[in-house]
């Protein structure tokens, strides 16, 4: 028996999925613990539970992934309107120092994938998938360059993407408390008694500095604010795609969303230096979030678990020699870089959050530092700015280079 669902069908599906996910998260301590976003979650459930149907012969189910695109583009979008220079300069250059230790490492983390396909006969772009891709990238990455990764010649990019990103998510969570904690231990380290504006954990200078409380009394000034958010963030899909044509036909192997990321960042600077459009950014950062949890549970639903099988060696020793690489940089590297002190430390264990994981990882990571050794103002500044905003503009270039080099 084989049951199709049309788009609408898909969407409400993956919907149901992401509020399991929700429930299954917010009851199982493992899952919070190592912050598996709850899309991935109740996407995987209904994969396994399409691999079951299909093994035990009761059914096929196949979806309608048309609105999947869409809903990429969508939050690449918001994260483009994120990426304002000025938010870059608040961090006083550090912020810019973590973004080119994270670029360089993502560059790593391409050889690294590169010679762990290699070393099993498998092509080097499953290398650059199943490294900065899926890693430094996470599953939103990760699935967003997939078409272009099984295009080139790469078998099961899809599966392949998630599973890597997973991993990465569980192993990022892992390491990256051990070791912010040994460097503190290590050199006596301790926070400031001197505490900033920007200490709360988990809130990044620019959540604080767009957040806005609406009035309620207020309804049709919030909906024509949310008309605002929405209608920018069209336009900017519909200018990138423009743009993403032309970056096509000059030869340059893109995914779709780069286009609408780039124009989405010129407006937003654009904004920032005239005050005209007034982005309401609280309300476009809320677009990109629903956005992203419904691309995620409808990606992950499609994802075909049985065709795993072939690359199962070179992920395993690929994620291995991450973990090691990774972990050397952050003590050896990211510590010394960003200061050698308190704030360092931290920094450090989340920069081994979003370079495995995502950047919820890195919040994590260092929220448990804090709550046991102090605030780290400073660290919870930059590394939301680099980790959700401009490492995907990095390391898209990274992975789209290695693309058109191996391609």
């Known amino acids: ?107 790593v983390q391409s050889l690294i994938g590169i010679f762990s396909a290699v070393l099993f006969d498998q092509s080097p772009l499953l290398g650059v998938l199943i490294g900065p891709a899926a890693l430094a990238g996470g599953p939103a990455t990760a699935l967003a360059f997939a078409p272009q990764f099984a295009a080139a010649g790469v078998p099961s990019a899809e599966t392949v993407a998630i599973a890597a990103a997973m991993s990465g998510i569980v192993l990022g969570g892992l390491v990256g408390g051990p070791i912010a904690t040994r460097l503190l231990e290590r050199n006596a380290l301790r926070a400031s008694s001197a505490v900033g504006a920007v200490e709360q954990p988990g809130k990044s200078a620019h959540e604080a500095a767009t957040s806005v409380t609406p009035s309620p009394d207020d309804e049709e000034g919030s909906a024509r604010q949310s008309l605002k958010a929405l209608t920018v963030i069209l336009v900017a899909m519909g200018i990138g795609s423009w743009l993403s044509g032309v970056m096509k036909d000059a030869g340059l192997t893109l995914p779709g969303y780069v286009g609408a990321m780039i124009v989405g960042a010129m407006i937003r600077n654009l904004d920032d ?74 920094m450090s264990g989340g920069f081994t959050g979003f370079m495995l994981g995502t950047t919820a990882n890195a919040m994590a990571v260092m929220r448990t530092i804090v709550e046991k050794f102090g605030p780290a103002p400073r660290a919870f500044l930059i590394a939301p700015i680099v980790g959700a905003f401009f490492i995907d503009f990095t390391n898209a270039i990274v992975i789209t280079t290695f693309l058109n080099l191996l391609g």
């Open 273 to 346: 230096f005239s005050g005209r459009i007034g982005i309401p950014h609280d309300i476009t950062d809320r677009i990109g979030t629903v956005s992203l949890t419904l691309f995620l549970a409808v990606a992950l639903m499609n994802v075909k678990l049985w065709e795993l099988t072939a690359v199962a060696w070179p992920l395993l020793v690929n994620l291995a020699l991450q973990v090691v690489v990774i972990a050397f940089f952050c003590w050896a590297v990211v510590f010394r870089a960003m200061g050698r002190d308190y704030d360092a430390a931290v």
């Open 1 to 107: 028996m084989t049951i199709t669902l049309d788009m609408v069908q898909t969407l409400a599906a993956g919907a149901l999925a992401l509020f399991v996910g929700f429930q299954l998260v917010d009851r199982l301590p493992f899952l919070r613990r190592y912050n598996i976003p709850a899309p991935v979650v109740g996407g995987l459930i209904v994969a396994i539970l399409v691999l079951v149907l299909r093994q035990q012969n009761v059914a096929t189910i196949n979806f309608d992934t048309t609105l999947q695109t869409p809903l990429m583009n969508a939050f690449f979008t918001a994260i483009g309107f994120s990426a304002s220079l000025s938010l870059l300069r608040a961090g006083s250059g550090q912020a810019l120092v973590f973004l080119v230790l994270a670029a360089f490492l993502a560059v």
